[in-house]
């Protein structure tokens, strides 16, 4: 189970608006920046948002990120079929002194 | 526009080493640094570790303590992963990504095709 913890699936139908959550504690989300991917099967995992502080932030129109305390979350507006597929954050940990990625979810449309 | 370009499938037998190449293009090598990524079948990612293309400094996830070894080759612009001690659960499609110049960063872009590791007797 990872530490830093995102729903395994969230779905909607075209148009709508799809939330993912991404839940960690005080020495990950709650200290460092987080990022987002998209990974499709078959294809190289691909970077949807950059907060990362030697960047500026990039947030597609399509998406949009947020962070509070130690949860992030990510939105995808106007749900389309293009963006079925598998969605993590990702963060630093300063205990672990390690990166970590949610555990990943699968964003399906109805 | 950078590029990574990733060496091909590998198969091993248990106890086994193998080494997985990066070569990059399109972006100055020791203004980034590399991280590998890898995902087992069925399973999401995971951060298996990261090196500085300038100094060479390296971090690396607890689970391979002991049996990685991360390195880079200025002249070539190329990074290398090599896994020791081969195990079934390193089964897996290993990525490198251009990450940031410090070791704590989890921006990752643009990733490398991947390269699949198979750990079988």
């Known amino acids: 189970q990872s530490v830093v913890t995102q729903p395994p699936s969230v779905s909607g139908t075209p148009g709508q608006t799809v939330t993912i959550s991404c839940s960690g504690s005080?020495?990950?989300?709650?200290?460092?920046?987080v990022n987002w991917y998209r990974h499709l099967p078959g294809t190289a995992p691909k970077r949807l948002v950059s907060n990362d502080i030697q960047g500026p932030s990039a947030v597609p129109d399509h998406f949009s990120a947020s962070k509070s305390g130690s949860s992030a979350s990510l939105a995808i507006r106007g749900l389309q079929s293009e963006d079925e597929g598998d969605y993590y954050c990702?963060?630093?940990?300063?205990?672990?002194?390690?990166?970590?990625f949610g555990g990943g979810t699968k964003v399906t449309v109805l | 526009q950078a590029q990574l370009l990733q060496s091909g499938a590998e198969i091993k037998k248990p106890g086994a080493s193998v080494k997985v190449s990066c070569q990059t293009s399109?972006?100055?090598?020791?203004?980034?640094?590399i991280s590998w990524v890898r995902q087992a079948p069925g399973q999401g990612l995971e951060w298996v570790g990261w090196i500085s293309t300038y100094n060479r400094l390296t971090k690396h996830a607890q689970k391979v303590q002991g049996r990685i070894t991360m390195t880079t080759d200025t002249s070539t612009e190329t990074a290398f992963l090599e896994l020791r001690g081969l195990r079934y659960d390193d089964t897996a499609i290993y990525y490198c990504?251009?990450?940031?110049?410090?070791?704590?960063?989890?921006?990752?872009?643009?990733w490398g095709q991947g390269t699949l590791v198979t750990v079988s007797s």
């Open positions: 990504a251009r990450a940031g110049s410090s070791s704590w960063t989890s921006d990752f872009e643009p």
């Open positions: 005080t020495s990950n989300i709650g200290s460092n920046l």
């Open positions: 990702a963060t630093w940990d300063d205990t672990l002194n390690a990166v970590l």
């Open positions: 399109g972006y100055v090598f020791t203004s980034y640094g």
